[in-house]
Structure formats: structure tokens, C-alpha cells
């Protein structure tokens, strides 16, 4: 029998999906620049980090915690306030804040 269908794994086919989409992530940072990441991409990582996000009601740049190739910004969600640092090619980080 071939490894065709091993290959082709639920796991793999997720491992890939993730992949592509925080490719995608970075891809929108790099086209929006630093100074101006879309909104839809900082509720794509708070989504992503397992919290709900149906849009971003306010953002705005941080300097806390700022590191070489990451950006942190204060996200206000319908669903809460997010602390979100875009870490280059690592993907990205989502803390929630009161």
C-alpha cells in the first residue's frame, strides 16, 4: 500500500494549515508595515490564541516589552483587552489585560 494516505494526515494537513496561516500573518505585517498593522490581523492572532475576537474595536502601538523584529500593540476587542507582540518570523503573542 502507498504512504500517499499517511502523508496526508489530519495532522499533517493542520501542521500545514498553521503554517500557512501565520505565514499569511506575516505577510499582511510586512505589506502594513510596523507602524500600521491591520486590525484584522491582530484579531486573526487573538483568534488564533484560542480567545474570541469578532473585530477589533481599538489599537494602538505599545513600547512595553518592544524586542529587535517584534511589534506590541494594545488591542481593545468586542470580547476584551489583549496585549499582542508579532514576533517576526516566530508568529505571534496574545496575553489578555484588564
Known sequence: M???PERFSIRYCGA???TL???FVLI???WAGNEDVASGSAAAAIREAGYP???VTKMERSKEGVAKDSSV???RC???SFMVT???DTGSEVVPIN
Open 86 to 88: 508579532f514576533k517576526g
Open 2 to 4: 502507498s504512504e500517499a
Open 78 to 80: 468586542n470580547s476584551g
Open 16 to 18: 500545514l494549515w498553521a
Open 53 to 55: 475576537c469578532a473585530h
Open 28 to 30: 499582511s505585517l510586512a
Open 73 to 75: 500593540w494594545k488591542v
Open 21 to 23: 496561516l501565520a505565514g
